[in-house]
């Protein structure tokens, strides 16, 4: 299984077949994050940077969207640990734990709060992604990290 390096990736929900998106590309404070159909667009493209010593047992990233190219101008994060609220974008650090499921797909652990909450797209009706609780095999829960690029040093 690849663990992600630093780059900038689409990440695809692999039971919904959804795309992890920034709503409308807008990254205002509480914007919601959703699940939507490839479209190839910015709204679709995340900066992923390890937090840890490459070769480290720990699998700690910082997930932060790639709106307007500043490879990573802010964050999504949950309101609560409650599932019914809605993940959204926010200028405040969010880290998850990738915890690999088979096949290059990963859970999306949350790190702050409860250690048993996941990123999630729990309804095919309402593509809101939200937290929930981990359920062992289940799709909606899985992410699959698709390399867009490399990230490009400060200044260029």
């Keep these: ?16 077949d959804l795309m992890l998106d920034l709503t409308g590309n807008n990254p205002a404070e509480g914007n919601q994050i959703q699940g ?14 390890r937090q840890n010593e490459p070769g480290s047992a720990n699998k700690t ?18 309101a609560s640990e409650d599932s019914e609220e809605p993940v959204v974008y926010t200028r405040q650090a969010f880290l998850v734990d990738l915890v690999g499921c088979g096949d290059n797909n990963f859970t999306m652990c949350f790190t702050l709060g ?7 797209i729990p309804s095919a009706k309402n593509s809101a992604v939200k937290l929930e609780n981990c359920t062992a095999g289940s ?8 390399r ?8 260029n």
């Design 139 to 146: 799709s909606r829960q899985h992410w699959e990290f698709i």
């Design 36 to 49: 939507f159909a490839r479209n190839g667009t910015v709204a679709q493209q995340w900066v992923i940077k």
């Design 1 to 16: 299984m690849s663990f992600p390096n630093d780059g900038v990736y689409t990440i695809r929900n692999t039971g919904r």
């Design 61 to 78: 990233v910082s997930i932060q969207s790639n709106n307007e190219g500043n490879n990573g101008n802010g964050c999504f994060a949950a």
């Design 114 to 120: 409860k250690k048993n909450l996941v990123l999630s």
């Design 148 to 155: 867009v690029s490399g990230l490009q040093p400060i200044g």
